[in-house]
């Protein structure tokens, strides 16, 4: 049997691509939380794996360094990446909105 990682596990991390994805996608969504949603998470599972957005890169044709911008952001090379990656300051606001919804009602 012969093996081929995907092309995030033997790249380097690349900072600036990474700014380049963040940049694109809150271009096409407006803001990172409705990129997320309709750009990344469309399954809703709170996570991404590297197909769900090598899809969307593909989708937004980014040009970049798509395995670079992804090591930058799955810093813990779990092989998926959350909200709290993308961007922990709407992933905090979430988590509040979140928590007043459960005590308030």
């Known amino acids: 049997d012969f093996w081929t990682p995907p092309e995030w ?15 694109m996608l809150t271009h096409w969504g407006g803001t990172m939380i409705i990129a997320w949603r309709l750009l990344l ?3 809703e599972s709170n996570h991404v794996t590297w197909t769900e957005y090598k899809k969307a ?3 937004m044709r980014f040009e970049g360094n798509m395995a670079g911008a992804w090591r930058a952001l ?13 961007d922990p300051v709407a ?5 509040f909105f979140k928590l007043w919804l459960f005590e308030a009602f």
Not at 9 to 23: I, P, S, T
Not at 91 to 95: F, L, Y
């Open 9 to 23: 596990v033997v790249a380097d991390v690349d900072h600036e691509a990474k700014a380049e994805v963040l940049q």
């Open 91 to 95: 992933d905090e606001a979430i988590g």
């Open 57 to 59: 890169m593909t989708w």
């Open 41 to 43: 998470d469309m399954d």
């Open 74 to 86: 799955d810093k813990g090379q779990r092989g998926y990446i959350q909200l709290r990656d993308v």
